[in-house]
């Protein structure tokens, strides 16, 4: 006998984050993480701060708190919410009781590079479907399904595409999969959306549909770890039984009820988004370099091809702006820009315009 990890798990690639640090420059643009650039809300840095007169106790295991001000605020049941060290962690309980050994595991061609990870983790085999032209395609999902199949992870609008599918497509998808199967609807960029929920109608009127959620995006929290889940009492309970009681701490809990009860400024972050990645786009779009529409915080930019964009990438490194390969998603020709503030997204373009003349 040897010591040897669970199957699956040596076939786990490392996940590769985006880039923070750049040689030769002590504050470079960080447009590589689709982070907010108006930082968190200044009453969650309030809320956190006060938190540390509570560090000798332990947080609330419910998380009740928490789920109320998420359930005001979006209109759910408070019940069916599970709060996670963000929202991969609650992807991770789906994975860890709902899928195993000669379990598959669907996610789409350039979805999050979490879900293989994950799947392989429970011991199951992730199976990638094609998308069409950089968008879901609910026809290739459903026939990929199999007696196997227990979950399908959905990112929507999708990362790095920024493409999204409307409701009613994820609609026929939920109603068409067999019954034995999670529909997982990865929602960490829906606040950047316009008139999608996210599919919390769509949980409320079905079994088999589990929507996830984070502060890391439009709440500026990514450093704290903060997500949640919405699904069918039944799920939520299941998870409930491997979520270690005191997964979030009272730190996470305050400044996550505080950031999500400052409605003033995730509307504002949401409107210089929305204004900004317009813009980001037209502008990307007049230097011959190519852009699907953006439903997130981020845009794809396509060039001639790979060679192209990394030559864009390191001029951008020498202007000092991170932005993300994303060979890795399958789009070794791209790079994905997050939408930044107005400065930031002002200097960003200059920085290709200029290497766009030089070519
Ligand atoms: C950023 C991101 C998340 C959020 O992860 P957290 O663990 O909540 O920080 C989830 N899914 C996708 C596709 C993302 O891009």
């Given at each position: ?103 598959e595991?669907i ?38 399904c199999t007696?196997r199949t227990r979950l399908i ?25 067999p019954?034995?199967v ?178």
């Amino acid at each position: 006998m040897s010591i040897t990890p669970q199957p699956g798990i040596m076939d786990i690639a490392l996940y590769v984050g985006g880039q923070s640090r750049l040689e030769g420059h002590a504050d470079p643009l960080k447009l590589s993480s689709n982070e907010n650039p108006y930082g968190p809300s200044p009453r969650a840095m309030a809320a956190l701060e006060r938190s540390a007169a509570m560090l000798h106790r332990y947080p609330s295991t419910d998380h009740a708190e928490l789920r109320a001000a998420i359930a005001e605020i979006h209109g759910l049941d408070a019940e069916r919410i599970v709060c996670g060290v963000g929202s991969d962690e609650v992807l991770q309980f789906l994975a860890q009781c709902y899928a195993g050994p000669g379990d598959e595991v669907i996610h789409t061609e350039h979805g999050f590079a979490m879900y293989p990870i994950l799947a392989r983790a429970a011991g199951a085999t992730p199976v990638e479907v094609r998308e069409r032209d950089r968008v879901v395609d609910v026809d290739a999902i459903l026939a990929a399904c199999t007696d196997r199949t227990r979950l399908i992870y959905l990112t929507n609008p999708g990362n790095p595409t920024g493409t999204m599918i409307p409701l009613s497509e994820v609609e026929r998808l939920a109603g068409a999969i067999p019954d034995h199967v999670i529909l997982v609807l990865d929602g960490a960029y829906v606040e950047f959306t316009e008139g999608y929920d996210g599919g919390a109608s769509l949980v409320e009127s079905r079994e088999n549909v589990v929507m996830t959620r984070t502060f890391s995006k439009i709440h500026g929290l990514g450093g704290l770890r903060i997500g949640w889940g919405y699904g069918p009492r039944a799920i939520i309970d299941v998870l409930n039984r491997v979520r270690q009681p005191f997964n979030l701490s009272n730190s996470q809990l305050a400044a996550a009820e505080a950031a999500i009860r400052d409605t003033g400024f995730t509307a504002h972050c949401q409107s210089e988004n929305a204004r900004l990645r317009v813009w980001l786009r037209d502008e990307i779009l007049a230097l011959g370099i190519g852009c699907d529409e953006s439903h997130a915080n981020y845009v794809l930019a396509r060039f001639a091809d790979e060679a192209e964009a990394m030559a864009c990438d390191a001029a951008l490194r020498e202007a000092g702006i991170l932005v993300r390969r994303v060979g890795g998603y399958g789009f070794p020709e791209a790079l994905r820009i997050t939408v930044g503030d107005e400065a930031g997204c002002a200097r960003v373009i200059e920085a290709i315009s200029r290497f766009k003349a030089a070519a």
